[in-house]
């Protein structure tokens, strides 16, 4: 989620919106952003090329609705049940890598019904 200003300009470069003016954001940080959303289509670099930190604009976490295709898990070994079955809702295929000592550092982990 991002902070109210700074989704102003995200909803711009997605095309939902007019060119915002934001406080402490220059026309120059606004036209970086747009070139860098044209070549890359990712609002959180576009945010930085416009010099701003993820801590300026990224305010929290909110769960998508549309499911992801793959999702990686480093030390998959620390998750309980709980929210592995969390991670199963939100992606139809994950990979799952355990920590050392199980199958050795940064091998992934396949079976389980996973």
């Known amino acids: 989620m991002y902070d109210p200003e700074y989704e102003k300009i995200a909803e711009w470069l997605g095309g939902n919106g007019s060119r915002p003016e934001v406080e402490g954001v220059t026309d120059i940080s606004l036209d970086r952003a747009h070139n860098f959303y044209a070549s890359n289509a990712s609002i959180p670099g576009a945010l930085a ?66």
Do not use: C, H, Y
Request: charged share 25%.
């Open 49 to 114: 090329a416009a010099g701003l930190r993820g801590s300026d604009f990224i305010t929290g976490w909110k769960r998508r609705e549309d499911p992801l295709d793959v999702g990686f898990v480093d030390e998959s070994s620390m998750l309980d049940a709980k929210q592995l079955e969390d991670l199963q809702e939100i992606f139809p295929t994950l990979i799952l890598f355990w920590g050392s000592g199980a199958t050795g550092a940064g091998e992934p982990i396949w079976g389980n019904g996973i």
